[in-house]
Nanobody
Framework: QVQLVESGGGLVQAGGSLRLSCAAS????????MGWFRQAPGKEREFVAA???????TYADSVKGRFTISRDNAKNTGNLQMNSLKPEDTAVYYC???????????????WGQGTQVTVSS
């Protein structure tokens, strides 16, 4: 079982940066892939980024070059550095985990409660 808790959301102006963190519990977290989804008002949840246990990563085209995903297996944490933020990045961001990076992209097993990110124009 893996439990996920996000932090670091907030309000930022367009062009600014935010760093989201995800704290995971569970002894086997280091063997899981993890990632981030987001859900904007009135829209479906969408994949943002994922990272394997060994550090391989993948991004949605909409955030490629602006967002960077990372993890620290020793600390059971994951991070999403978001730069050059745009108003369309406004959403609730969820930390997720699954056995493989492909499963993170398609059917994550574990979800955090979410953290709000608001980007003003």
């Amino acid at each position: 079982q893996v439990q996920l808790v996000e932090s670091g959301g907030g309000l930022v102006q367009a062009g600014g940066s935010l760093r989201l963190s995800c704290a995971a519990s569970g002894r086997t977290f280091s063997t899981y892939a993890m990632g981030w989804f987001r859900q904007a008002p009135g829209k479906e949840r969408e994949f943002v980024a994922a990272i394997s246990w060994s550090g391989g990563n993948t991004y949605a085209d909409s955030v490629k070059g602006r967002f960077t995903i990372s993890r620290d297996n020793a600390k059971n944490t994951g991070n999403l550095q978001m730069n050059s933020l745009k108003p369309e990045d406004t959403a609730v961001y969820y930390c997720v985990a699954a056995q493989t990076i492909w499963a993170v992209r398609t059917t994550p097993n574990y979800w955090g409660q979410g953290t709000q990110v608001t980007v003003s124009s």
